[in-house]
T-cell receptor
Framework: GAVVSQHPSRVICKSGTSVKIECRSL??????MFWYRQFPKQSLMLMAT?????????EQGVEKDKFLINHASLTLSTLTVTSAHPEDSSFYIC?????????????FGPGTRLTVT | QKEVEQNSGPLSVPEGAIASLNCTYS??????FFWYRQYSGKSPELIMS????GDKEDGRFTAQLNKASQYVSLLIRDSQPSDSATYLC???????????FGTGTRLKVLA
């Protein structure tokens, strides 16, 4: 149980275009999902917290107009990187918080590797 | 600034040995602690969660928590080459569902 999928797994786009990444919890409902970014040989950096039915909460330094997050259902959150630039190239990973008696575990999707040319 | 500290390694252990990974945290109010394994190029995979002081065992893995000393550790018994990965310690901050991640410890299990 507690499976999270992400799509696409890999995307290459041209500078100035937008890219949408989907994150789905497949076998549980997630009122809260998180979006992280990871650069090579660095740890995870939290970008934003996505709450179903409400606006996302962004971490300091993350541009909300550039990284649009929508959490329209209990199983789907999307991250859209708008007007992408080469410096946005990174590994984007979502996680979903499992709300159960087991506590506050986050389960991660497989990640999306974005390359902006 | 709330922090989670880990030794970056690499920690090298021979196959069959016990690997010991440590993590300290600064937020004394933290109540939830997690260990993730991350293979190169992949996303993190949850190994253990621990919420109470003491030991918690799951197969070859044992998590240990000492809130008074603000450290959490992970022991891997009978280490296998397939355990070679980066191990991330995550602490859920007090009053939030957000995790603070350590920078990870790279483990190498030598065959």
């Amino acid at each position: 149980g507690a499976v999270v999928s992400q799509h696409p797994s890999r995307v290459i786009c041209k500078s100035g275009t937008s890219v949408k990444i989907e994150c789905r919890s497949l076998d549980f409902q997630a009122t809260t999902m998180f979006w992280y970014r990871q650069f090579p040989k660095q740890s995870l950096m939290l970008m934003a917290t996505s709450n179903e039915g409400s606006k996302a909460t962004y971490e300091q330094g993350v541009e909300k107009d550039k990284f649009l997050i929508n959490h329209a259902s209990l199983t789907l959150s999307t991250l859209t990187v708008t007007s992408a630039h080469p410096e946005d190239s990174s590994f984007y990973i979502c996680s979903a918080r499992l709300t159960s008696g087991r506590g506050y575990e986050q389960y991660f999707g497989p990640g999306t590797r974005l390359t902006v040319t | 600034q709330k922090e989670v500290e880990q030794n970056s390694g690499p920690l090298s252990v021979p196959e069959g040995a016990i690997a010991s990974l440590n993590c300290t945290y600064s937020d004394r109010g933290s109540q939830s602690f997690f260990w993730y394994r991350q293979y190169s190029g992949k996303s993190p995979e949850l190994i253990m969660s621990i919420y109470s002081n003491g030991d918690k065992e799951d197969g070859r893995f044992t998590a240990q928590l000492n809130k008074a000393s603000q450290y959490v550790s992970l022991l891997i018994r009978d280490s296998q080459p397939s355990d070679s990965a980066t191990y991330l310690c995550a602490v859920m901050g007090s009053g939030t569902y957000k995790y603070i991640f350590g920078t990870g410890t790279r483990l190498k299990v030598l065959a």
